[in-house]
């Protein structure tokens, strides 16, 4: 069975600093990762994957991840956080095999000014 | 950029009764989806669904739940005789592929309360 944690539920920094939010998956095969964003009274908007490649993939809004094997970790990241960037983001996963993608229980991230 | 569109936005609805959540997919996906999240839960699939037949359903998705595609463009999911826990945000979604890299794209979601 395939399955994601999100390991913090909350996530502040102030605006200009670097972000992290942390994800940690758990896979039978090669994983498939996603990362999704949620404004308030908004829909999943996709922000990147990781499929294969390089271990580093970029996205929209300046915002990359990073592939840890070893760790079975896909944190995403962004140098300098923006307040528009306050929202929930959730991690997810396919197995190889698999038609659905298992959700991490989310992030909610606040950038202050 | 294309999206996946849902009506209604919102809906209340008394116990018992019917609902009928209509989505309009992204038009050359060939794959579709509905999932849900509970207020303060995890998003959690329902139902996938391709070429007019259900692919993949959960443990959630129970005698009560139908899906349907009744033309070339929309997709939707029924809700009989609804109960106070199926309020929650129901997610449509769709993909071109339904190989596991495939990105799946989601639309804005309809807010059930059942009442």
């Known amino acids: 069975a395939q399955s994601v944690a999100q390991p913090e539920d909350q996530v502040n920094v102030a605006e200009g600093n670097p972000l992290t939010v942390k994800c940690t998956y758990s896979?039978?095969?090669?994983?498939?990762l996603f990362w999704y964003v949620q404004y308030p009274n908004r829909g999943l908007q996709f922000l990147l994957k990781?499929?294969?490649?390089?271990?580093l993939v970029k996205g929209s809004y300046g915002f990359e991840a990073e592939f840890n094997k070893s760790q079975t970790s896909f944190h995403l990241k962004k140098p300098s956080a923006l307040v528009s960037d306050s929202a929930l983001y959730f991690c997810?996963?396919?197995?190889?095999?698999?038609?659905?993608?298992?959700f991490g229980a989310g992030t909610t991230v606040t950038v202050r000014a | 950029e294309p999206e996946v569109t849902q009506t209604p936005s919102h809906q209340v609805t008394q116990m018992g009764q019917e609902v009928i959540l209509r989505c309009v997919p992204i038009?050359?996906?060939?794959?579709f989806y509905w999932y849900r999240q509970i207020l303060g839960q995890k998003v959690e699939f329902l139902v996938s669904?391709?070429?007019?037949?259900?692919?993949?359903k959960s443990e959630i998705f129970d005698d009560q739940f139908s899906v349907e595609r009744p033309d070339g463009s929309n997709f939707t999911l029924k809700i009989r005789s609804t109960k106070l826990e199926d309020s929650a945000m129901y997610f449509c979604?769709?993909?071109?592929?339904?190989?596991?890299?495939?990105?799946?794209?989601f639309g804005e979601g309809s807010w059930l309360t059942v009442v």
């Open positions: 990781y499929i294969t490649g390089d271990n």
């Open positions: 669904f391709y070429n007019n037949e259900i692919s993949e």
């Open positions: 979604a769709s993909s071109s592929g339904q190989i596991s890299g495939n990105t799946i794209y």
């Open positions: 038009s050359n996906h060939l794959y």
């Open positions: 997810a996963v396919r197995d190889w095999n698999d038609y659905k993608l298992s």
């Open positions: 896979v039978s095969g090669n994983p498939y």
